[in-house]
């Protein structure tokens, strides 16, 4: 069974920064892309961030583009997303998500992602 748990949301004054952390278990991991994705309140959920399994390669969304860092621990089984300069827009829920081994497809697309956390809240206030 495959269990992904976000940890580090919180409350954060506009500016401030926040690690969130995802530890995956039940799956290989380490040939498993991952994503992390946010909706907030009356919104669709979106993209954010992703790493690839295959070369490490980091895709973000214009929205976190040079505020964020995604980066993976494969021997740990963990997934962390950095974000710098936060503002009142980042406020929402943000999920950890991943694929199914060895895939190969978009990673900005949710749809894509066969496995998703619970959550973790992270609102900034102005």
């Known amino acids: 069974q495959v269990q992904l748990v976000e940890s580090g949301g919180g409350l954060v004054h506009t500016g401030g920064s926040l690690r969130l952390s995802c530890l995956a278990s039940?799956?290989?991991?380490?040939?498993?892309?991952m994503g992390w994705f946010r909706q907030a309140p009356g919104t669709e959920r979106e993209f954010v961030a992703a790493?690839?399994?295959?070369?490490?390669?980091?895709a973000y969304a214009d929205s976190v583009k040079g505020r964020a860092t995604i980066s993976r621990a494969n021997a740990k089984f963990t997934v962390d997303l950095q974000i710098d300069s936060l503002k009142p827009e980042d406020t929402a829920v943000y999920y950890c998500?991943?694929?199914?081994?060895?895939?190969?497809?978009?990673?900005?697309?949710?749809?894509?992602?066969?496995?998703w956390g619970q959550g973790t809240q992270v609102t900034v206030s102005s």
């Open positions: 998500a991943a694929t199914k081994s060895l895939a190969d497809v978009n990673i900005y697309s949710e749809d894509n992602y066969s496995y």
């Open positions: 790493i690839t399994w295959r070369n490490e390669y980091r």
């Open positions: 039940g799956l290989t991991f380490s040939t498993n892309d």
